[in-house]
């Protein structure tokens, strides 16, 4: 009997549950449902199940695709753009779609009142901007200075409606908000008035609702995973996708390597509370790529990853198809290169340790986030590797806040170990870190004139592409970029870790991306039990 009770009340519960409900976690509470005000994972989350944009870049293809225009046209040097709408569209209030609403929302982008992060993108030269209907179904905008890559930055611009009394609860996209439990959950209910339909003519999204738990705990969200209470883990570390895999090895899924870093840079900023010598060996490029020819990135693939990450070579991943320099090779592993290069600019073994030329002994400190178990495996292959060539590496551990202080604020470090989570394919994304006035130049930001000629010269190439409008021109700049990089390693790109995930054999039409969003891009055309349905 107790059997059978146990029994119906699992049934009842699982009763309860939408059957056409997706289940999954997001780390943090959402700091915002204003599309334009996004800056934290959570709240973009939020904004790409809900919010409809005029072009969407398809995360599988890496290709721009229009959504709410049928078609669009960037003139007058990248200042300029015009979108033909699509028409009999409307919000999930039922407020029709109309040219109106782009308009105002680019003028509420730009506004400086707001500070929307997301128009950061959009602010190439000071002044304003101007947008307005151009006919019944169609709308310009002309920004002050040229934009690159400007139709593709409309890929983050959710468009609101001018008129609606719900304001940015009225959303185009192919869910709303309809229930929400701070430290809870998140419920997103199926928009009534998605314009899209599948190639059967069958209505989009298929999807009744999406519930989205609020969880921090990695382990009990994997745990929920295996109890059928999830039905994606959207990120798993290397030694949870084994775990798993062991276990349910259909749910797992490894799309190749991500476009985020895994890096070490060194302090090279002048005011930094270091000695000189120790500064000059920071500054000199021969030391970087020494020390970069002497880490084995294979192990760390290897060891670290468990096989679930690639060698990295430089800005662009290698997923990154179109703007990766494929004439650029990770640095190669070599200990004796490494010292060979060492002994060039100076240095020279003594017994078991490695001296400058004024005899000071070659030790420094690399410091990370403290909990972070891939990043103290990551330090213990890069210490074994460089005491190979007499260099003493002291581990020092941080909690978060006070790592970033230190590289960002007081500059009291000699190198780091961080990941850096990159977003974008295009360059642009990376401005605010190689341009040698940016405050995230990481290794000496915020420079009031480049103080090197090769820094100078990423300046000219990063601001070259900006401007220019040509693809192939833009791509050439940028392959530059990344020859600099490779020759003079202010940044020691170590590994790109693939994207690692976890779905239930209960979702159809999955098909996994390496560009965030990776399980859930094509949420609308997803479904769970049933066949299989159009994913066109």
Same mark, same amino acid.
């Given at each position: 009997?107790?059997?059978?009770?146990?029994?119906?009340?699992?049934?009842?519960?699982?009763?309860?549950?939408?059957?056409?409900?997706?289940?999954?976690?997001?780390?943090?509470?959402?700091? @915002?449902?204003?599309?334009?005000?996004?800056?934290?994972?959570?709240?973009?989350?939020? /904004?790409?199940?809900?919010?409809?944009?005029?072009?969407?870049?398809?995360?599988?293809?890496?290709?721009?695709?229009?959504?709410?225009?049928?078609?669009?046209?960037?003139?007058?040097?990248? /200042?300029?753009?015009?979108?033909?709408?699509?028409?009999?569209?409307?919000?999930?209030?039922?407020?029709?779609?109309?040219?109106?609403?782009?308009?105002?929302?680019?003028?509420?982008?730009?506004?400086?009142?707001?500070?929307?992060?997301?128009?950061?993108?959009?602010?190439?030269? #000071?002044?304003?901007?101007?947008?307005?209907?151009?006919?019944?179904?169609?709308?310009?905008?002309?920004?002050?200075?040229?934009?690159?890559?400007?139709?593709?930055?409309?890929?983050?611009?959710?468009?609101?409606?001018?008129?609606?009394?719900?304001?940015?609860?009225?959303?185009?996209?192919?869910?709303?908000?309809?229930?929400?439990? +701070?430290?809870?959950? =998140?419920?997103?209910?199926?928009? #009534?008035?998605?314009?899209?339909?599948?190639?059967?003519?069958?209505?989009?999204?298929?999807?009744?609702?999406?519930?989205?738990?609020?969880?921090?705990?990695?382990?009990?969200?994997?745990?929920?995973?295996?109890?059928?209470?999830?039905? =994606?883990?959207?990120?798993? &570390?290397?030694?949870?996708?084994?775990?798993?895999?062991?276990?349910?090895?259909?749910?797992?899924?490894?799309?190749? #390597?991500?476009?985020?870093?895994?890096?070490?840079?060194?302090?090279?900023?002048?005011?930094?509370?270091?000695?000189?010598?120790?500064?000059?060996?920071?500054?000199?490029?021969?030391?970087?790529? +020494?020390?970069?020819?002497? =880490?084995?990135?294979? &192990?760390?693939?290897?060891?670290?990853?468990?096989?679930?990450?690639?060698?990295?070579?430089?800005?662009?991943?290698?997923?990154?198809?179109?703007?990766?320099?494929?004439?650029?090779?990770?640095? #190669?592993?070599?200990?004796?290169?490494?010292?060979?290069?060492?002994?060039?600019?100076?240095?020279?073994?003594?017994?078991? +340790?490695?001296?400058?030329?004024? /005899?000071?002994?070659?030790?420094?400190?690399?410091?990370?986030?403290?909990?972070?178990?891939?990043?103290?495996?990551?330090?213990?292959?890069?210490?074994?590797?460089?005491?190979?060539?007499? *260099?003493?590496?002291?581990?020092?551990?941080?909690?978060?806040?006070?790592?970033?202080?230190?590289?960002?604020?007081?500059?009291?470090?000699?190198?780091?170990?961080?990941?850096? @989570?990159?977003?974008?394919?295009?360059?642009?994304?990376?401005?605010?870190?190689?341009?040698?006035?940016?405050?995230?130049?990481?290794?000496?930001?915020?420079?009031?004139?480049?103080?090197?000629?090769?820094?100078?010269?990423?300046?000219?190439?990063?601001?070259?592409?900006?401007?220019?409008?040509?693809?192939?021109?833009?791509?050439?700049?940028? &392959?530059?970029?990344?020859?600099?990089?490779?020759?003079?390693?202010?940044?020691?790109?170590?590994?790109?870790?693939?994207?690692?995930?976890?779905?239930?054999?209960?979702?159809?039409?999955?098909?996994?991306? @390496?560009?965030?969003?990776? *399980?859930?891009?094509?949420?609308?055309?997803?479904? =769970?039990?049933?066949?299989?349905?159009?994913?066109?």
């Amino acid at each position: 009997m107790l059997r059978l009770v146990a029994a119906l009340l699992f049934t009842l519960t699982l009763a309860a549950q939408s059957a056409g409900e997706l289940r999954f976690c997001l780390r943090t509470e959402p700091k @915002t449902f204003n599309p334009l005000l996004v800056e934290d994972e959570s709240s973009e989350t939020i /904004r790409y199940l809900t919010a409809g944009v005029l072009v969407r870049l398809n995360r599988y293809t890496q290709e721009l695709e229009g959504e709410l225009t049928s078609k669009w046209k960037v003139t007058e040097n990248g /200042r300029r753009i015009d979108f033909d709408l699509r028409q009999n569209v409307s919000f999930s209030d039922g407020t029709p779609f109309t040219c109106e609403d782009v308009a105002y929302t680019i003028r509420q982008l730009m506004d400086p009142a707001l500070h929307s992060p997301t128009g950061d993108a959009f602010r190439s030269a #000071p002044g304003a901007v101007e947008s307005k209907c151009t006919g019944a179904a169609s709308v310009m905008a002309r920004f002050p200075g040229p934009v690159a890559a400007l139709a593709a930055q409309f890929d983050q611009v959710g468009i609101l409606s001018a008129r609606s009394a719900h304001k940015e609860s009225a959303v185009l996209g192919p869910f709303m908000v309809g229930e929400y439990k +701070a430290g809870s959950y =998140i419920l997103l209910r199926r928009n #009534p008035n998605y314009w899209k339909h599948d190639a059967n003519g069958k209505k989009l999204p298929y999807l009744d609702a999406i519930r989205l738990e609020i969880q921090q705990n990695r382990e009990l969200e994997l745990l929920r995973f295996r109890r059928n209470q999830l039905d =994606i883990v959207n990120k798993l &570390d290397p030694e949870m996708y084994d775990r798993l895999s062991a276990e349910m090895p259909k749910s797992v899924i490894d799309a190749g #390597p991500s476009l985020d870093w895994e890096v070490v840079f060194f302090n090279q900023v002048a005011s930094a509370p270091l000695p000189d010598y120790k500064r000059r060996w920071f500054q000199s490029d021969e030391f970087r790529r +020494a020390i970069s020819e002497a =880490i084995n990135r294979d &192990d760390i693939c290897r060891v670290v990853y468990r096989g679930h990450a690639r060698p990295a070579v430089g800005p662009a991943s290698v997923s990154n198809r179109f703007w990766l320099n494929a004439s650029l090779k990770p640095a #190669p592993y070599s200990a004796s290169a490494a010292l060979a290069r060492l002994e060039r600019d100076g240095f020279h073994r003594s017994g078991n +340790a490695l001296l400058d030329r004024d /005899r000071h002994k070659v030790e420094f400190s690399m410091i990370t986030n403290a909990g972070n178990k891939l990043h103290e495996r990551t330090l213990a292959l890069i210490q074994q590797d460089l005491a190979k060539l007499g *260099i003493q590496l002291n581990v020092v551990v941080l909690d978060f806040p006070s790592l970033i202080e230190r590289i960002s604020r007081s500059f009291n470090y000699e190198s780091v170990l961080m990941a850096i @989570t990159n977003v974008d394919l295009d360059p642009n994304g990376q401005m605010n870190i190689w341009l040698s006035s940016a405050d995230n130049h990481q290794w000496n930001p915020a420079q009031k004139t480049p103080a090197t000629p090769w820094e100078a010269e990423i300046d000219k190439l990063m601001q070259a592409q900006n401007a220019a409008q040509d693809l192939n021109k833009r791509k050439a700049y940028f &392959d530059k970029v990344q020859q600099i990089v490779w020759e003079r390693a202010p940044i020691l790109f170590l590994v790109n870790p693939n994207a690692l995930s976890a779905v239930s054999s209960n979702v159809k039409n999955v098909t996994p991306a @390496t560009l965030r969003p990776q *399980i859930y891009w094509n949420a609308e055309r997803l479904t =769970i039990g049933g066949t299989l349905v159009s994913q066109r």
